[in-house]
């Protein structure tokens, strides 16, 4: 996309400019190829992409200024005659089923109504919430003020319909006739019989009570246990390796035909200004993983269709025409205030719900990310005060006064996520707020055993020395309870949130994180001493595995971590091998005899030989350190906490200190979302942000 703004240029450039590093020759170094669109430019072609509609494309809906101005967790509005139905969500653009864990949280991804109202927001008429805070207009600045005036866009994309296959698997040893509707869900199951989930009761059962539905009671398919998948999967892992033997060629048409046909779907005008849109891909059916132990996991999801789609468009703009014939859009809408540009409920979980939103890589993101952690900043100054504020209340004869202090100090010294009830169906996942006494023990004379399910189920095991008043105070509250009961009885994650904004304005729970994780950061980067580049960057791994472990960011090693750890150890092995070889030679070249391991028809000089050497040593030593690095990394997931919760502005003025290529640290996904920290100057520091007068205590 062209552009003639002064803003379009390559992200790597615009760090080069204003850090004049060296360049590096390793083909990772390449730059983003261009910034996607400057909020102030205009491009001359947008208007024609987001007008040509009559396609019958789905209409994806439109974003706002708010906050979460991309993929974020959010409430779906209310219906056009003003109702409302009880929403307790915990939603996200994407599905459940990845493996990097995506860790938005907290008062960022709660509903809208939640955050202006309390625990238990029920999405109604704009502007308006309930809740126990009970809050009934936004603050200042909220989504109740427009955010857009106008916005197009060409909808969203379904997955195509299903193709039969016609392979039949077997019950009891015999061949079974299965209709379109039940060989796709046997064929989903059947695509994950060498997986662990398919070992799984609780997936199975789930799987099995949900195809009897469709099946019907007089199939000839009664007991699971008869089942035999196996042919499916044979014919699923043949068609898998066609696609492995294809040219290369081939993969780049078919790639770029995919790219093709989404293309017009990617991208909005908003006010004139072409956008990026997150994920508009509808999902497509399939069975439910969720994350660890989910209780749903297995289940169908259903297809989605038209009807069940909410789009949100300008007054204006065209409404795009339904893909599919015989069916219509549930509603459309014409809000400007909201962030999402079409959502949908979740499939599995009614009461949450699916959204599209702009890419994390729009200029809205990029603002609402810069004030997240401009706000994380500020933290830095006021922190000593509130530590001292919340100290002075260990020893409170409130209780509720007593269990906000205690909560909100593990919350800053564990980095804690405040936790929020969960319903009968949902994964037993708790935070600090719903901890139950058996999930604190008491190890004398200090110290806390803490031992529960984390977000996505994820177990935190940790035992920490705590301040001798905090251990009393787990104490008392433990006193007389018995498992399953709260250990903060008295206390509730808006409760917690409201004590903690009258600290500092906008504090919550996910602050404290947001600080805690990039101050961890930045003063493991203070030890950076390697020399050489691999060094460096190997050193920034381990500085933000320190905060991965923090924020309790874990991953399960992967199946072919061992087998990668294999091939490494054997390319070191020979390596040396070589280096010994070279060795040999290089002192009887210096002693006037010929070399004993050079085959060539001119034997190499000694100047050769040691050039040689020297690259052989080079690539062990880089060799070593990534074995190491692989090794000391298998079990924390980097990811989520450069995501979500470090200051790229760390990152970056770091990088610039050092002379390192920010793309050694940055993927090209990062580089796009952080577009806005590049212009940073290398003498940035988290940790000595101007906090602003007293008066927010």
């Known amino acids: 996309m062209d552009s003639s703004s002064e803003d379009d240029v390559p992200l790597a450039a615009r760090f080069k400019k204003a850090n004049p590093a060296k360049d590096s020759d390793d083909e990772d170094d390449v730059p983003l190829a261009r910034r996607i669109f400057s909020a102030r430019a205009r491009n001359p072609g947008a208007e024609q992409h987001a007008s040509s509609s009559k ?4 209409a994806a809906a ?8 991309s993929g974020r967790k959010r409430p779906a509005p209310a219906s056009a005659n003003g109702s409302s139905k009880k929403s307790k969500v915990e939603v996200s653009s994407s599905d459940e089923e990845s493996e990097e864990e995506d860790d938005e949280d907290e008062d960022e991804d709660v509903p809208i109504g939640k955050r202006f109202g309390g625990d238990s927001a029920k999405p109604g008429k704009k502007g308006a919430t309930k809740g126990k805070a009970g809050s009934k207009k936004p603050r200042k600045g909220s989504v109740a003020e427009p955010k857009w005036t106008t916005l197009e866009h060409n909808g969203v994309l379904f997955p195509p319909p299903y193709s039969p296959h016609g392979v039949k698997m077997l019950y009891n040893g015999r061949p079974v006739d299965l209709t379109p509707e039940e ?4 064929t989903m199951f059947a695509v994950m019989k060498d997986t662990d989930y ?3 009761p609780v997936f199975v059962k789930n799987f099995w009570e949900d195809w009897k539905k469709v099946l019907g009671p007089k199939h000839v398919i009664q007991k699971f246990e008869l089942c035999d998948f196996t042919p499916i999967f044979d014919w699923h892992a043949a068609e898998k390796e066609k696609k492995k033997q294809m040219s290369a060629e081939e993969k780049k048409q078919l790639k770029e035909e995919k790219a093709k046909a989404e293309e017009r779907y990617a991208w909005v005008l908003i006010d004139g200004v072409k956008e990026k849109v997150g994920n508009f891909r509808v999902e497509p059916p399939g069975l ?27 007054k204006e703009a065209p409404v795009p025409e339904c893909p599919l014939p015989g069916h219509k859009w549930k509603e459309v809408r014409h809000d400007n205030t909201v962030t999402w540009l079409a959502f949908w409920n979740d499939p599995i979980n ?26 994380a900043r500020k933290l830095t100054s006021k922190i000593d005060s509130i530590r001292e504020s919340y100290t002075k209340d260990f020893k409170a004869k409130d209780v509720e006064a007593r269990q906000i202090a205690v909560a909100t100090y593990l919350i800053d010294r564990l980095a804690l996520r405040a936790g929020n009830e ?23 004379p200090s110290s806390l055993e803490f031992d529960f399910l984390g977000k996505d189920s994820i177990r935190y095991q940790n035992s920490v020395v705590v301040n001798e008043e905090v251990y009393d105070a787990i104490h008392d509250f433990k006193k007389g309870k018995k498992e399953g009961v709260d250990l903060f009885d008295r206390l509730d994650t808006s409760k917690l949130n409201a004590h903690l904004k009258k600290y500092m304005q906008g504090l919550t729970a996910k602050v404290f994180r947001t600080y805690n994780a990039s101050y961890t950061l930045e ?5 950076t001493l390697g020399a050489t580049l691999n060094e460096k960057t190997a050193e920034y791994s381990r500085a933000n595995k320190e905060v991965a472990i923090l924020c309790n960011h874990q991953r399960t090693v992967s199946k072919g971590h061992s087998a990668q750890m294999e091939r490494l150890e054997a390319k070191i092995s020979e390596l040396k091998t070589l280096r010994e070889e070279l060795a040999t030679d290089l002192g009887k070249v210096k002693k006037g005899k010929p070399p004993v391991h050079s085959t060539a028809k001119r034997p190499p000089t000694a100047e050769q030989l040691e050039k040689k050497l020297a690259q052989t040593d080079a690539r062990i030593a880089k060799m070593t350190l990534d074995l190491s690095v692989k090794e000391d990394l298998k079990t924390v997931a980097l990811g989520t906490s450069k995501i979500n919760y470090m200051d790229p502005r760390i990152t970056v003025a770091w990088c610039k200190r050092h002379e390192i290529p920010i793309e050694k640290v940055f993927n090209k996904s990062l580089l796009a979302k952080f577009a806005w920290a590049m212009n940073v100057e290398p003498n940035f520091r988290f940790c000595e942000a101007d906090g602003g007068a007293d008066e927010d205590l």
């Not at 060989?183 to 046997?186: C, R």
């Not at 003063?523 to 030890?527: G, R, S």
């Open 55 to 58: 396609d019958g494309s789905v």
């Open 422 to 444: 969960k319903d009968d169906d949902e994964a037993d996942t708790v935070g600090c707020c719903s901890l139950k006494v058996e999930h604190v023990s008491l190890s004398p």
């Open 288 to 314: 439910f993983r969720g994350r660890g132990e989910h209780p749903k996991m297995g289940k169908l999801k259903r297809r989605i269709f038209p009807e069940d789609i909410v789009l949100n468009i300008g």
């Open 62 to 69: 439109p974003a706002s200024a708010d906050s979460n101005a």
């Open 350 to 375: 009614v009461k949450e719900f699916k959204y599209v939103f702009l890419h994390q890589s729009s200029s809205l993101k990029g603002k609402s990310d810069e004030e997240k952690y401009d706000k």
């Open 183 to 186: 060989e796709e869900i046997a």
């Open 523 to 527: 003063t493991q980067l203070k030890e």
């Open 198 to 200: 398919a070992t799984k």
